[in-house]
């Protein structure tokens, strides 16, 4: 009975020691994050998986799959690991790693729908073994951030596929024929 009171009074001084802000986060709907997390834009699928693709390499993370057709990217962010001393434990070490999925699909030929979704994957090993936590990144600036990176290389994409080369040549390009040319050169007065 001892060690049933021994572990309540432990239980209750553990949550008298969880900091306030824990507790006054506000809790977001399954809807509320999928509208966070969510983007529309008027491009093609490619042109909008081409984007996210540059958009993360950018950021620095290391894309560890990528597939066009089904519009799924899974990568991570490239961190350091830091050496940890827990008490009884001992020596371990620990490493908070930046990951993020993003899928990309066809609302009609014209309008794609980005989703993407940041997560931080916290692993720690020491003497006992070791662990993995995800907490996922609730904060809307993270996503806005991201999506405006997103519109800016949509834009530079159509910008550059929708001025085709010409097939003529640069003095063409600009209105000079060959004959204005041999024209031009024979009479210097114009």
Do not use: C
């Amino acid at each position: 009975m001892n060690k049933v009171i021994m572990a309540s009074a432990l239980v209750a001084g553990a949550v008298l020691f969880v900091p306030n802000d824990a507790y006054s986060k506000e809790k977001l709907s399954p809807l509320q994050i999928q509208e966070m997390q969510t983007h529309e834009v008027e491009a093609s699928k490619n042109v909008s998986f081409s984007a996210v693709m540059t958009v993360l390499q950018d950021s620095g993370y290391r894309i560890n799959a990528a597939d066009r057709e089904t519009g799924l990217i899974t990568a991570a962010a490239s961190t350091k690991s830091n050496t940890t001393w827990v008490p009884f434990v001992g020596f371990g070490k620990s490493k908070k790693t930046p990951v993020v999925s993003a899928y990309i699909e066809d609302i009609n030929p014209q309008v794609t729908r980005i989703r993407v979704n940041f997560v931080m994957t916290k692993m720690s090993v020491n003497n006992f073994g070791g662990g993995q936590d995800e907490d996922p990144v609730l904060d809307a600036s993270v996503y806005r951030d991201v999506f405006e990176k997103i519109d800016q290389q949509i834009f530079i994409r159509q910008a550059s596929t929708s001025v085709s080369p010409s097939k003529a040549t640069p003095v063409e390009a600009v209105g000079v024929t060959d004959e204005a040319v041999t024209q031009s050169s024979s009479n210097p007065q114009g």
